[in-house]
């Protein structure tokens, strides 16, 4: 069955870096377009970035841009952001999912990681 | 950036009777627009799509409706499971974004 499973959160001090990752399961990442979405403490959903099926278009949500990169490694069948420059307000709990069929419909979603900006 | 409204903030229901939830969108999104219910310490879980069609493996009592900019999920009979915070989501436009949240309580 299809599962995504984050890693990599953790506190860091602002200004410093952090990089998470997806391992999905159960289909073929390569074949899907992925998406980043966060959820900072009681507070509702955040779209973040996206990584289109063939890897060569992503995109990103201003409030990230410039300092998040999303990549895919297709051999392990993951998908990873690189989140550099990290402010407080980028304490979150850190979602990837899956858009189904080609689209930007999220049908399944990870269990989060949670990334902490504090000095 | 296309904004989402959604109304009521909070609901408050009683297992058995009937739940609207509103949405409403800044520009239109002609249909693209979905439903997801989150529960404490979950991921979200993908309800309705484009409008109106239930996602794989949802209860018939989840339905929902609208086009352009007004949207409405309505759960028919509310199930003790049911009581949850409902998000909107539209993928009209970049950037994707989502409504503050319904959340559904006893």
């Known amino acids: 069955q299809v599962q995504l499973v984050e890693s990599g959160g953790g506190v860091v001090q602002p200004g410093r870096s952090l990089r998470l990752s997806c391992a999905a399961s159960g289909f073929t990442l390569s074949n899907y377009g992925m998406h980043w979405v966060r959820q900072a403490p009681g507070k509702g959903l955040e779209w973040v970035a996206v990584?289109?099926?063939?890897?060569?278009?992503?995109y990103y949500a201003d409030s990230v841009k410039g300092r998040f990169t999303v990549s895919r490694d297709i051999s392990k069948n993951t998908l990873d952001v690189q989140m550099n420059s990290l402010r407080a307000d980028d304490t979150a709990v850190y979602y990837c999912?899956?858009?189904?069929?080609?689209?930007?419909?999220?049908?399944?979603w990870g269990q989060g990681t949670l990334v902490t900006v504090s000095s | 950036e296309i904004v989402l409204t959604q109304s009521p903030a909070t609901l408050s229901l009683s297992p058995g009777e009937r739940a609207t939830l509103s949405c409403r969108a800044s520009?239109?999104?002609?249909?693209?627009l979905a439903w997801y219910q989150q529960k404490p310490g979950q991921a979200p879980r993908l309800l309705i799509y484009d409008a109106s069609n239930r996602a794989t493996g949802i209860p018939a009592r989840f339905s929902g409706s609208g086009s352009g900019t007004d949207f409405t999920l309505t759960i028919s009979s509310l199930a003790p499971e049911d009581f949850a915070v409902y998000y909107c989501?539209?993928?009209?436009?970049?950037?994707?974004?989502f409504g503050g949240g319904t959340k559904v309580e006893i």
């Open positions: 999912a899956r858009g189904r069929s080609g689209s930007s419909i999220f049908d399944y």
């Open positions: 990584v289109w099926s063939d890897g060569s278009d992503k």
């Open positions: 520009q239109s999104v002609s249909s693209s």
């Open positions: 989501h539209q993928r009209h436009n970049w950037p994707l974004t």
